[in-house]
């Protein structure tokens, strides 16, 4: 039988991986809000990031009060004070979700993005929300291995960003400054969303390997 | 005489106060080679993230050792806490700093902001180097009250912000596309890098106070 100390480290682990689902599943419904004009889920999603905070307020006060009483050393210490940075990553990456959905909705009726640039932002939502998932899957199966494979989708959001930029550029598109700001933010949000992710999961192999 | 325990602790708060001399100088010297199309600077501002990169590095080796040695107690383990937490903001104001030369660079030697919006580029320049240097001010003087009173300044680079997209978005400015990228994110990047500097000053009140 596990001891209150250990008990209450493995419910930071486990509100960590609650965080990346919900993180997930906002950045999808901001997608589909953003692509739909569906201005219900945008406010939704606006809505639903008070959750994670929340998540993440109490994920620090509890470690912040682990490290104060039971002074852990070597490896609870390091869980510690990575579970304080994924916390922070995942809140992040909740805001970028939630941001957008601030577009969907400012754009609403309209859609921010136009039809032919749908595809690419599609992609990099489905990018990052599969980033997120695994790093719920790493972080629940401490897998240094699948941690140092997710480059690939990294990689591949960043082409994406690029993509958009060069269609946004693309001579005879003549887009419009609105779309071309708005497109350049929401590309933004998705890019830095999936750098968060890695981010997470890139902590996992310290947390497990001592390595940066 | 202090024991080698707090002059860790010192030279940690000593780095912090250094870091946000970097990155107050890094904006400063961002904003001038964006603005004047100055290549030589903004590699030196590209090059110059380094340093800020190996100061955080060696905080944060520091302040982990100092946590697993010392395991330090109420006040001190906030102070450890607190700075792992200020210098990961610090870090990422510096990279926002490359960013800015970063399009300086990409677009020499054209500068990518429009004359007519020097002004305002400029202008959250100068508040973002004024904020990054009340942090370091506010670290070494632990002035919470100075600290609670920084919301006027990232009120004005919020402010300054909109004002961007309403200029670029304004009838008859015709911006290319390719203008509208370029603002819109080194917009985004100025009040990336102010919200962490208020952030940095927050911690600080937290550190002094323990209030969030």
């Known amino acids: 039988m596990r001891d209150l100390y250990h008990e209450e480290l493995d419910s930071i682990g486990a509100t960590l991986i609650e965080m990346t689902g919900l993180v997930a599943s906002a950045l999808n419904q901001a997608t589909d809000a953003l692509l739909n004009s569906d201005l219900q889920l945008a406010e939704k999603v606006i809505a639903g990031d008070e959750e994670v ?92 291995e699948a941690a140092r494979g997710l480059d690939e989708e990294d990689n591949a959001v960043d082409a994406l960003h690029r993509q958009l930029f060069a269609e946004l550029l693309h001579e005879g598109n003549e887009y419009p400054v609105e779309t071309a700001i708005d497109v350049t933010l929401v590309g933004r949000y998705y890019e830095r969303f999936a750098d968060h992710a890695v981010s997470v999961a890139r902590r996992l192999v310290f947390l497990v390997t001592g390595e940066n």
């Open 53 to 144: 905070d929340a998540l993440r307020r109490d994920l620090d006060a509890k470690a912040l009060d682990l490290l104060a009483r039971q002074q852990p050393v070597a490896g609870d210490l390091r869980t510690i004070v990575t579970s304080l940075r994924m916390s922070s990553d995942l809140e992040r990456m909740g805001d970028l979700a939630k941001h957008i959905g601030k577009v969907a909705r400012l754009r609403y009726p309209d859609s921010a993005v136009p039809a032919e640039l749908h595809d690419s932002i599609r992609e990099m939502g489905r990018l990052g929300v599969e980033l997120a998932t695994k790093a719920g899957e790493i972080i629940d199966g401490q897998d240094v």
